[in-house]
């Protein structure tokens, strides 16, 4: 079976095509039913071992990267930078070699540092899935993203999507850029001068990115408004004088989004910073999207484990497919190209239902 995915790992959105992006999603929407169960597991990773390598503080990515992991029937193991021996001395990639010498399957990866996921990489066996590192890239959040948009949007072909806040800092934006304009949008990114600097529009070369110097230019006519967080961290540098200007100035309010089109729709990666890059009647109300984001980073992350951790969309060339996936395959001859990418997966789930709690 020719595999899907050209590579073994996820280390960035930049360098997956079209079809890899779409392949993805397609399979994160089969494992959306999964939650809905009242058993919410399935044997499809079952004799895995995944690594959860966290060394910054996270919420939402690392939680919902356990429970994909618990809910694939995989054995999860949760690793902090307070609780590894990185905090007695030990070099990251020598952390590595020890978590290799256990032969893990796949291992997770957040790390303060850009390109610390590619060193693991190079010295793996293991897939290694890029959790978000530095201000590189973090390539799961920007699927979850695409899956939120897709599902009430449809089409990306000239969606217009603005991208709103601390873009200098922000692997989340990088990441969205890559993939939006792979899948045909047009993105604005906008912000302070100092947090999202002309050169920027280069990012993405031969694209439809632009820098904006007004947030109100980026915002009207969108489809899609993606608010990123003010990193609080970082504002010793002096990019701001102060965060109460930035939001009076830049923060996403009511007024600023009724310049989008009157079904566009709000996002925000997470965490929040209230009354600064968006205000609270806006992040709770009827367009924003931030909770059903966080539900599809569940579904997304299972459909990226299940891929790299011995799915069907990524077996070796030459590799023989089950006689039940031979079956499976044959039935779906006639339908349409995303089912027949999905139908092996489908099997799958539907095998972990009814019999799943013995799993």
């Not at 590189?136 to 991208?163: M, S």
């Not at 992350?301 to 060339?317: H, K, S």
Request: proline share 4%; charged share 25%.
């Amino acid at each position: 079976m020719k595999a899907v995915l050209k590579q073994r790992n996820l280390l960035g959105i930049r360098g997956l095509s079209a079809g890899e992006i779409t392949y993805i999603l397609d399979t994160a929407e089969t494992f959306r039913e999964v939650s809905e169960r009242e058993i919410k597991k399935v044997p499809t990773l079952r004799g895995r071992t995944i690594i959860n390598l966290f060394f910054e503080p996270s919420t939402r990515t690392r939680t919902s990267f356990e429970i994909a992991g618990k809910r694939l029937s995989a054995d999860v193991i949760n690793i902090s930078s307070s609780s590894s021996s990185v905090s007695k001395g030990e070099t990251l990639l020598d952390t590595a070699r020890n978590l290799e010498a256990m032969s893990p399957d796949l291992i997770v990866i957040r790390h303060p540092s850009a390109g610390a996921p590619h060193q693991l990489a190079r010295v793996c066996r293991a897939s290694v899935v890029n959790a978000g590192d530095g201000s590189h890239e973090h390539p799961t959040q920007a699927l979850l993203d695409a899956l939120t948009i897709r599902q009430r949007k449809g089409d990306f072909k000239n969606l217009r999507v603005a991208i709103l806040g601390d873009i200098l800092h922000s692997r989340v934006a990088r990441s969205n850029a890559h993939l939006l304009t792979t899948l045909g949008a047009q993105v604005s990114l906008a912000g302070p001068g100092t947090l999202a600097p002309p050169e920027l529009a280069s990012l993405v070369e031969g694209s439809e990115l632009r820098v904006e110097r007004r947030i109100e230019d980026a915002i009207e006519g969108a489809d899609v408004v993606m608010v990123l967080r003010i990193q609080r961290e970082r504002q010793d540098n002096a990019f701001l004088p102060s965060l109460r200007e930035y939001a009076v100035h830049y923060g996403l309010t009511r007024k600023r989004l009724a310049l989008a089109k009157s079904d566009a729709i709000v996002m925000h990666p997470g965490p929040m910073n209230r009354g600064i890059e968006i205000a609270s009647d806006v992040a709770d109300g009827a367009s924003s999207l931030i909770l059903d984001q966080v539900a599809n980073g569940l579904a997304v992350r299972m459909a990226v484990l299940y891929l790299l951790g011995g799915g069907l969309g990524t077996m070796p060339q030459g590799y023989e497919p089950t006689t039940q996936a031979k079956s499976e395959t044959k039935k779906v001859e006639t339908q349409s190209t995303a089912e027949k990418a999905t139908a092996p997966l489908r099997a799958a789930v539907t095998a972990g239902g009814s019999d799943s709690s013995n799993s």
